[in-house]
């Protein structure tokens, strides 16, 4: 089974970040650059307190590549408590299927097609995301469309679901969530390495020069622009790889969401080298009372057991990656 949506995984990149727990009167350039690293990661710690849940819409293309496939809006929410993450997404799609010809302008190769020349359109109905010291999975439900190339979408029951196993602690099992969560005007702490200048704007802004990358893979120069006035949120960050003058990553905010300590952007804007768009608009911050029904619901969904014939797990938790197409209920 090959789904285009799980290449979203490579489109994923993002920027860096913010300031700290010292009152908005204070100067960023009262503060030693030595230190601003230290205040980054103590605002994102803070962003992502144990004991709190976030909901919040993503609006994105169906597919990354091909934008005549429409968007596709995910109602999206994440908890944390003590050493666990769980984050459950569920899409809606604004248009059926296209059809497309092998070779345009989206790269649809053979692979792509059946025997009878229909186009296969995967598209992810729900996804459900575990991270703990035990565990670290995902489990996603998928539909297959075929597409005619008279545009008929032919219905084929096509539902699959695939299981993915990562090693404890392996990011790329968050790596939706870190993306989105740049948006947010947070999580850029892990992507800054060395702060070259911090200088202040007008409107009360702060401007931050810095050497980083995006999980170490697109190493860079970051600008970040800070609003001291909102807890230090990124207001704007941009980042240029190295020996290119065209950004991979451009991101932006604003308004404010609070609750207790946690502080994020209402709403946010990331673009991939000025193509693909990501919008966020976070609609509640909440604690955490009593039993946590999220993270239930989804370590149901990652325990359900997995039918015969329309499933697969892909297992990365060894050095070659594994397909196991499911040829018995399992879980």
């Known amino acids: 089974m090959v789904s285009r949506e799980s290449s979203f995984n490579e489109v994923a990149v993002v920027i860096l970040i913010v300031l700290s727990l010292f009152p908005s009167t204070l100067l960023c350039a009262e503060v030693r650059q ?20 976030t909901s919040f819409q993503v609006t994105r293309l169906a597919d990354p590549f091909d934008p005549n496939q429409g968007m596709v809006v995910i109602e999206c929410a994440v908890s944390r408590t003590e050493h666990v993450f769980a984050m459950k997404m569920i899409y809606h799609y604004e248009d059926p299927p296209t059809f497309a010809h092998i070779g345009s302008n989206s790269d649809y190769r053979s692979v792509d097609y059946d025997a009878h020349g229909n186009l296969i359109v995967w598209r992810t109905l729900e996804k459900y995301i575990l991270s703990t010291p035990e ?41 939706e969530f870190n993306m989105y969560q740049l948006a947010t005007g947070r ?36 600008e970040l622009t800070l609003d001291p006035n909102s807890d230090y949120l990124v207001r704007k960050a941009i980042l240029t790889p190295d020996g290119r003058h065209i950004p991979a990553i451009e991101v932006t905010s604003t308004g404010l969401v609070a609750k207790d300590l946690v502080q994020i952007a209402r709403n946010g804007k990331t673009t991939c080298l000025n193509v693909f768009e990501v919008l966020i608009e976070v609609r509640d911050i909440s604690k955490v009372v009593g039993r946590n029904v999220l993270y239930d619901e989804v370590l149901s969904r990652l325990n359900s057991p997995l039918c015969s014939g329309k499933a697969e797990i892909m297992d990365y938790r060894s050095e070659k990656a ?7 209920a399992t879980q």
Do not use: C
């Open 322 to 328: 594994v397909r196991i197409p499911v040829k018995h």
């Open 135 to 175: 565990r670290n999975d995902n489990i996603e439900k998928l539909k297959s469309f075929f597409v005619t190339p008279d545009g008929k979408v032919l219905d084929k029951s096509g539902n699959h679901t695939k299981l993915t196993r990562f090693p404890i602690g392996n990011p790329n099992n968050m790596y």
């Open 34 to 53: 030595g230190d601003l690293l230290n205040l980054l990661s103590e605002k994102d710690r803070i962003s992502n307190g144990v004991g709190y849940q």
């Open 187 to 222: 999580g850029f702490s892990t992507h800054l390495a060395t702060v070259r200048s911090v200088e202040s704007l007008p409107l009360g802004l702060t401007k931050v020069t810095a050497r980083g990358s995006y999980w170490s893979s697109l190493p860079g120069t970051w």
